[in-house]
């Protein structure tokens, strides 16, 4: 069995402790079916907005060639954006851009851009100026991160995660946010952190700690620049696979599997689906919408967060056991 429930009597309470082996094979970790509740939520993908909905809007993403960014683009050029993605990878950035522009029949540009450089990100900026202007929507979606316990954990590894996501969100938001207060344009700002930004998170300290920081930045800017014009928002996503993010946080496939029983909905989230909440909350249908922190993650936070949310594995018989112990209990 998965999980193996033990009921011990202690003096007139009573105690339900259940044991679960994540490394270990099982069963339930092996079982190749979804859980039966999958089928009520379905993930939909198709692009939720109407269309033109950023007609004559620029957009810039970071980190847009690949998985959830490339996602998020596809779906802004589809509703008409121009889009401007950046990664310090050119050839793929160059790649996607080829294929979403052939796909939606709208340019989407690329500049070339290491976040964790303030000089390099004030030539990207001046590069996109020349190619669209200053853009009406910015996501900050790069990242980096990798599992590891942390005392194994080196200053470079700490330094590497928090230049790209801290520093580098900082920087491209400063950046970009100071030439648009300078010529008076307001825009929507995005970043996309993680559920475990607000609680923290053993073996991924650099990730959870630069998180955290970036959704102060986010929170304190919306507070601060809104008479700019700025709005400042933030997604928490649960898992969703890609195949860059999984390749280091899941390298053996087992997590996968174990998350899945975490997750009330029963399944991972879909490139898609963020990629409509992010084109929502950027665009004119969520102008009252700022400093707003919105998880995204099937249920996984309030089902880990909840003291007794371990007993969803304890069986019928098993709650008759328990009741009856409970009805037996004498005194206060």
Not at 311 to 326: F, N, Y
Request: some cysteine.
């Amino acid at each position: 069995m998965a999980a193996a429930s033990v009921f011990v009597r202690r003096g007139t309470g009573l105690r339900v402790s259940v044991r679960t082996s994540w490394l270990h094979s099982s069963a339930a970790l092996q079982q190749s079916s979804p859980p039966p509740q999958v089928k009520f939520f379905p993930a939909a993908e198709g692009v939720m907005l109407p269309t033109g909905s950023f007609k004559d809007r620029v957009a810039f993403i970071t980190g847009g060639g690949t998985g959830l960014g490339r996602a998020m683009t596809t779906t802004l050029s589809q509703l008409g954006a121009q889009c401007v993605i950046a990664s310090r990878k050119l050839e793929v950035l160059q790649k996607t851009a080829e294929e979403i522009s052939n796909q939606t029949g709208n340019k989407v540009h690329v500049v070339q851009c290491d976040v964790r450089d303030p000089q390099a990100v004030s030539r990207c900026v001046d590069q996109m100026e020349t190619l669209t202007g200053l853009p009406d929507v910015v996501i900050n979606n790069a990242a980096g991160n990798f599992v590891c316990p942390s005392e194994r954990l080196s200053l470079n590894g700490w330094k590497s995660i928090t230049d790209i996501v801290l520093n580098g969100t900082a920087f491209i938001t400063l950046e970009i946010g100071k030439r648009l207060i300078q010529n008076q344009k307001g825009a929507s700002f995005l970043a996309i952190t993680t559920i475990y930004a607000e609680s923290g998170s053993g073996f991924v300290v650099p990730s959870a700690s630069a998180k955290a920081g970036v959704e102060a930045l986010y929170k304190s800017l919306a507070a601060e620049w809104g008479r700019y014009g700025h709005r400042f928002n933030i997604i928490q996503p649960g898992p969703i696979k890609t195949k860059g993010a999984f390749s280091r946080l899941d390298p053996t496939g087992v997590f996968e599997k174990s998350m899945l029983g975490r997750i009330p909905v029963g399944r991972l989230g879909t490139p898609g689906e963020i990629a409509n909440l992010a084109a929502y909350m950027s665009s004119d249908y969520a102008t009252w919408m700022s400093g707003a922190v919105i998880r995204f993650d099937g249920g996984e936070y309030v089902s880990m967060a909840g003291e007794f949310n371990e007993l969803i594995k304890v069986t019928p018989d098993q709650w008759k056991i328990m009741e009856a112990m409970i009805r037996s209990t004498k005194g206060s």
